[in-house]
């Protein structure tokens, strides 16, 4: 049995929970109604470590200049969004090296027509023609590392991630039949929401699409963006009636208005007596209202550099602890 640090509540084990971001700049709506919202509603319940995932984010042409400011913020954001670091431990991947030392060993229980399906593989190995390697298609290796480092048993992520948690448990599955059963299989967890749409209404938000509404926006630059945005568009004139089943915005109102605010749009949707300028006025201050105590807490941080690289080194060096553990008992089921 390994030595391995478990944490206990209330006399009880916790299981681990983990979960990671790339540090792509700023942090989205999507990316905290799809996994941080989640993330925070789990912070009393697991052991978690959440990781800024820089060794991923060099798959695709990246800057090397910002890539600190990146990680920087990454961790910011998150913090300023809710994630305690008294309750869970926040580290930057390249940190901790036996996250690669793993992934090479975990490799060589992994299928390549596996890796082939995956389906973020292909959309952004088409998307980054002239700079797809092998990073990019060893991708999910290096995520299941990051689990099986820490023997994560839970692991919160939005839905585009689904398909990676599943291959996951298969490498898992893979080494555990050649060896004894060391590591445990994760299971993915989702928020209610799962996949948000970006502001184009076509596509899941995602940064690289330019299509996303950031956590952290200023009020001015909200309305910018939501001013113009995509409604149903059989609302061509005021007096159209529309569907609110059929408006992007409407699945951002689920988000964060109220159920009375809820009526109200339908209600004023449905019977064309309220116009989307106004639906989107609503909209616009329920997502300042969100947005305003992380906006704050971000501000504040930003000015508190020392206190977030503190964070950061020693959940790193707490999470060393545990990877060196968990590879040494690797390689002596390996005979390594
Ligand atoms: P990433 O920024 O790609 O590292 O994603 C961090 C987390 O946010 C992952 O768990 C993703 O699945 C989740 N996520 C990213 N974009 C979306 C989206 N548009 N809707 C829901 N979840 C998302
Ligand atoms: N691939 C994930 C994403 O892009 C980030 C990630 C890296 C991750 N390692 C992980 C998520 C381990 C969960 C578990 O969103």
Redesign the pocket.
């Known amino acids: 049995m390994n030595k391995e640090i478990k944490k206990m509540k209330k006399g009880k084990y916790m299981k681990r929970l983990f ?4 540090p ?1 700049g700023t ?10 919202s989640n993330w925070i509603k789990l912070l009393d319940k697991y052991d978690c470590i959440f990781c800024i ?1 820089d060794y ?1 984010a060099i798959t695709i042409p990246y800057d090397k200049e910002l890539m600190q400011k990146r990680i920087f913020d990454a961790a910011v954001d998150n913090i300023s969004a809710g994630l305690d670091p008294e309750k869970c431990k926040i580290f930057v991947q390249s940190h901790v090296s036996e996250h690669t030392e793993l992934a090479w060993i975990l490799s060589c229980f992994t299928r390549m027509g596996e890796l082939s399906r995956m389906t973020q593989y292909k959309q952004k190995s088409e998307q980054h023609k002239a700079h797809a390697n092998c990073g990019l298609f060893t991708y999910p290796i290096l995520m299941t590392a990051d689990i099986a480092i820490y023997k994560g048993e839970v692991v ?6 689904i398909q990676h948690v599943e291959l996951a448990r298969e490498i898992i599955r893979n080494f555990n039949t050649a060896f004894d059963d060391i590591l445990p299989e994760p299971s993915e967890i989702l ?1 209610p ?6 502001l184009d209404a076509d596509n ?4 690289s699409l330019n299509n ?1 509404i950031s956590l952290t926006e200023t009020d001015e630059d909200l309305w910018k963006k939501l001013a113009p945005a995509k409604t149903d568009t059989n609302r061509q004139r005021l007096k159209d009636p529309g569907d609110p089943a059929k408006c992007n915005l409407f699945s951002y109102h689920k988000l964060v208005s109220s159920d009375a605010e809820l009526k109200q749009v339908i209600e004023g949707c449905t019977t064309a007596s309220m116009g989307c300028f106004d639906c989107k006025k609503i909209l616009c201050k329920n997502f300042s209202e969100l947005m305003g105590p992380i906006r704050d807490k971000k501000e504040k941080l930003m000015k508190e550099k020392d206190y977030v690289l503190n964070v950061l080194n020693e959940s790193a060096s707490k999470c060393r602890k545990i990877a060196k553990e968990t590879i040494s008992e690797i390689k002596g089921a390996m005979g390594l």
């Open positions: 979960s990671g971001i790339q792509s942090i989205h709506i999507g990316n905290y109604f799809g996994a941080i995932v991923h919160p992520v939005g839905e585009d991630q928020s929401t799962p996949r948000i749409m970006g899941k938000m995602s940064k996303h």
